[in-house]
């Protein structure tokens, strides 16, 4: 029978049942079940005995051998166990930390100094002009990289690049501890690693770039191809010299693009990126040895790689680099340049500005090098070596500026903008708040015979058209006040042939010619040919004619260019290609209008090779060409001005007076040593000499010119008060001036002097003479037209009948240079001069 009771144990043995010691009971016991009343496993059938135990005991609990405790010296090593557990740990915490970084650290965006580079800019024959940024750098795709350029760099850096994977983890644990123990800094990454930090990162040497650097080459390596990441990698390297890129490295180190590199050069610039500037034997030739031996070994490794032959490395020698400059800058002409490029980009829609100056593009100009070198000697030649800032304070103040434009296409090939850009900021080429002068003067002529234009009296206007050059001669047919513009010096000329009015730039001729042609009229034939329709003081007045409109140097050079090309006007480009990133960028279609007709164009030409020939612009002769161009002169002499062309090349020069304390505008009276500053003189030198050396080795041409209709026949004045001279059959004026019209006939200037004019015919001055008569006799034909001298001999072999006719004949203080005064109250006294020398100073640059 069974019981729940336990049974009672003496030392003889079992005695039976004993109840169980007492335990702290539930409160409420819970109701009895079967299983409580059942024997547990544990319990020893009724009447057995308890199995003794490991102890001897007896108690029925199977007993476990106690471990020895570890003592003495085992104590301090880990257990196998230990070992083991640690190293699974470990494991598991750099695979955890390796999904964490890889899923954390995202591939950034590119720091700004990996993406900035300059704006390369070429001359014409593809040699470089200038950069400008502040970092020398400029991209170019790998297809542009030759191949042993490619190679020396792998054999350089990281020969396995193309079969390892992104990342050298020997390498990293070599630096890392390296680094932290104190054996210096080193980078032990690949070529991936490397422009992961170059264009992703920093160059700080830390741990924490290089965990960042290891996770980014990681995923790079992933979604970019190798020849992308070799192509940044050679885009962001440095170089030393400022040259950041394998472009920048081969201008800064061979003078050359990347793609013109041999493999020599490519292997010095491959040893330039382990040490750039310990390498660079021309900074350091104490280093050459040093740099040998790198050099050396780029080249044994490409060999080892099969990448190069035993035979062509055994011909390969040591390159030599060039001699190492300050970094790229905009001093000189450079700055004006670039700024004169860029303001085109930006004025025809090519670039933006804030692109633009992000750097990248590669810009051929259409400056040719020859020429820009030949524009800046001209002008140190003829101006900048004459200044003596320690004797004339106002030479301080001279400014220069020029431009030349070959007229058949319209390209800018040469550009003067002052004596440096790091020192005179303003660009004297470009800019537009100096008066033009009378270089306008052959736009009024222009429009005349492109508008069919008459005189107030109906005479169709023509080279040899009759004018009234009175001083203050007041416009007739002006609605809008009194004009009466002053001659300089106040010169009376009387009555002018337009020809002649244009040689002496008479001002009262072309203020009244405005006005017969239409001041509207002449302002749209100036748009039409090149001068921009916003330009400052364009208005359409009387006065337009004397140019108080501030048109800039290279706004006229692009008129006249028009003129030069038969009227015919390509818009004008300074850009020939522009790339970025290897990819070209769309230019504006080059058009051609024409802007006027050949005839007007061509007519318009005739007189003002007259201009050259004999006028105010004789210094242009020494150009050695047929030439073609009109002096100009500023209010109060500001500014001088030539404006001239060739058949092959139109340009236009200026002298100017500025402050460079306050920037105000100043005349130039005693500057360079002379009493003043006309077109005809400095200016014209400029050109002179810019255009001879411009154009040295080029056949010479002349004009082919088409001109208007009765250009070539002289015309008689105004029919009213006029009188047929029956002796000549000339019709002779009344009034204060009369003028024989012959074609054989002579005309009288000033003291004395007569001028020959078409087909023999030439124009008398004197106030109150008849034209080749003494006290009202008319004069005897010439021989040839030659204008006559003092005591009747004439400059072309031509004799006078009379030969004490035009002895002292000018009366009424005219001078002898005939120059032309505005009237101080229409226009603020612009002026202009005249052909002769000016009495009283005895120095050829006082010419207009």
Same mark, same amino acid.
Request: aromatic share 6%.
């Given at each position: ?193 490397q422009f992961v930090k170059n264009y992703y990162l920093g160059q700080e040497q830390t ?218 900021y303003v660009n004297n080429a470009t800019r537009r708040d100096y008066q033009v002068g ?301 003028? *024989? =019209? $012959?074609? +054989? !006939? /002579?005309? &009288? #200037? %000033?003291? @004395?002097?007569?001028? *020959? =004019? $078409?087909? +023999? !015919? /030439?124009? &008398? #001055? %004197?106030? @109150?003479?008849?034209? *080749? =008569? $003494?006290? +009202? !006799? /008319?004069? &005897? ?8 001298? $003092?005591? +009747?001999? /004439? ?8 030969p004490g006719a035009t002895q002292g004949g000018q009366t009424d203080g005219s001078t ?33």
């Amino acid at each position: 029978m069974s019981s729940d009771e336990p049974q009672q144990q003496g030392a003889e043995g079992p005695k039976g049942w004993a109840p169980r010691e007492p335990v702290d009971p539930p409160a409420d016991p819970p109701a009895e079940t079967p299983a409580a009343n059942a024997g547990t496993a544990a319990d020893p059938p009724e009447g057995a005995a308890a199995a003794p135990d490991a102890d001897g005991n007896g108690n029925g609990k199977k007993g476990k051998k106690k471990r020895p405790k570890r003592k003495g010296w085992r104590r301090i090593f880990p257990t196998w166990r230990m070992v083991l557990g640690g190293f699974i740990l470990l494991i598991l915490l750099c695979v955890g930390g390796f999904a964490a970084g890889y899923m954390i650290v995202d591939i950034p965006p590119a720091n700004a100094g990996a993406i900035a580079q300059s704006n390369v800019y070429l001359y014409a024959d593809g040699s470089q002009l200038a950069r400008d940024g502040e970092v020398n750098r400029e991209s170019v795709p790998l297809s542009q990289i030759p191949k042993d350029v490619q190679h020396a760099a792998l054999a350089a850096e990281d020969r396995d690049f193309y079969s390892e994977s992104a990342v050298d983890p020997k390498a990293m644990i070599r630096a890392a501890w390296n680094t932290v123990t104190g054996k210096g800094k080193q980078s032990g990454s690949t070529i991936t690693q490397q422009f992961v930090k170059n264009y992703y990162l920093g160059q700080e040497q830390t741990v924490t770039r290089k965990a960042k650097e290891f996770f980014i080459s990681i995923k790079l390596d992933r979604e970019v191809s190798k020849d992308d990441i070799l192509a940044g990698y050679l885009n962001t390297s440095y170089f030393g010299r400022n040259a950041y890129g394998v472009q920048a490295a081969a201008q800064a180190y061979f003078g050359k693009d990347v793609k013109k590199l041999d493999t020599a050069e490519g292997a010095y610039l491959a040893t330039l990126l382990n040490s750039p500037n310990a390498y660079d034997v021309a900074t350091h030739p104490e280093n050459k040895q040093r740099a040998m031996g790198r050099w050396s070994y780029v080249l044994d490794g490409m060999v080892k790689e099969g990448w190069l032959s035993p035979a062509d490395r055994a011909k390969t020698k040591f390159p030599k680099p060039k001699e190492a400059k300050g970094a790229s800058s905009l001093s000189g002409q450079r700055g004006y340049l670039v700024d004169a490029v860029a303001d085109y980009l930006t004025a025809n829609d090519i670039v933006d500005e804030d692109t633009l100056d992000k750097g990248g593009y590669r810009i051929t100009t259409t400056l040719q090098k020859d020429r820009q070198d030949a524009f800046k000697t001209a002008v140190d030649d003829q101006v900048m070596s004459k200044i003596d800032k320690g004797a004339r304070k106002v030479d301080r103040n001279v400014r220069a500026g020029g431009a030349s434009i070959d007229p058949e296409t319209g390209k800018v090939v040469a550009m003067y903008g002052g004596i440096d850009y790091t020192k005179q900021y303003v660009n004297n080429a470009t800019r537009r708040d100096y008066q033009v002068g009378s270089t306008f003067k052959p736009f009024v002529f222009t429009s005349a015979v492109e508008n069919g234009s008459v005189t107030q009296d109906g005479r169709t206007i023509t080279p040899n058209t009759i004018y009234d050059g009175t001083n203050k001669r007041p416009v007739q047919g002006w609605d809008g006040g009194t004009y009466a513009p002053e001659n300089e010096d106040d010169v009376d000329y009387g009555n002018i042939t337009v020809s002649t009015a244009t040689d002496k730039s008479v001002n009262s001729v072309y203020a009244q010619m405005a006005v017969d042609v239409g001041s509207d009229k002449v302002k749209d034939t100036a748009v039409a040919l090149g001068v921009p329709a916003n330009t400052p003081d364009l208005t359409a007045s009387p006065s337009i004619a004397l140019g108080p409109s501030t048109a800039s140097v290279l706004d006229m050079t692009e008129a006249y260019a028009t003129l030069a090309n038969h009227g015919k006007h390509p818009t004008y480009t300074m850009v020939e290609k522009v790339t970025k990133d290897g990819q070209e960028v769309e230019l504006p279609e080059q058009k051609t209008a024409q802007a006027v007709s050949r005839e007007a164009a061509d007519t318009t030409t005739s007189i003002l090779q007259s201009v050259v020939d004999g006028g105010t612009g004789t210094a242009a002769q020494a150009a050695g060409r047929p030439a073609a161009g009109k002096t100009g002169t500023a209010e109060e002499d500001k500014a001088a001005w030539f404006a001239g062309y060739t058949p092959e090349l139109a340009t236009v020069v200026s002298v100017m007076g500025q402050n460079p304390d306050t920037g105000a505008h100043t005349p130039l009276y005693g500057a360079l040593g002379q009493p003043r500053i006309n077109g005809g003189a400095y200016p014209a030198q400029i050109w002179a000499q810019f255009t001879k050396d411009a154009l040295q080795g080029e056949p010479v041409r002349d004009f082919d010119l088409e001109l208007e209709d009765g250009a070539d026949v002289p015309q008689a004045p105004d029919p009213s008060g006029t009188e047929q001279d029956p002796a000549t059959g000339g019709a002779v004026t009344g009034g204060d001036d009369t003028q *024989g =019209q $012959d074609a +054989g !006939q /002579t005309q &009288g #200037q %000033d003291q @004395g002097q007569t001028q *020959g =004019q $078409d087909a +023999g !015919q /030439t124009q &008398g #001055q %004197d106030q @109150g003479q008849t034209q *080749g =008569q $003494d006290q +009202g !006799q /008319t004069q &005897g034909p010439t021989t040839d037209g030659g204008a006559t001298a $003092d005591g +009747g001999t /004439t400059a072309d072999g031509g004799t006078t009948a009379d030969p004490g006719a035009t002895q002292g004949g000018q009366t009424d203080g005219s001078t002898a240079d005939g120059g032309t005064t505005e009237d101080p109250g229409a226009l603020g006294g612009l002026t202009e001069g005249s052909a002769a020398r000016r009495k009283g100073e005895g120095n050829p640059a006082s010419y207009y």
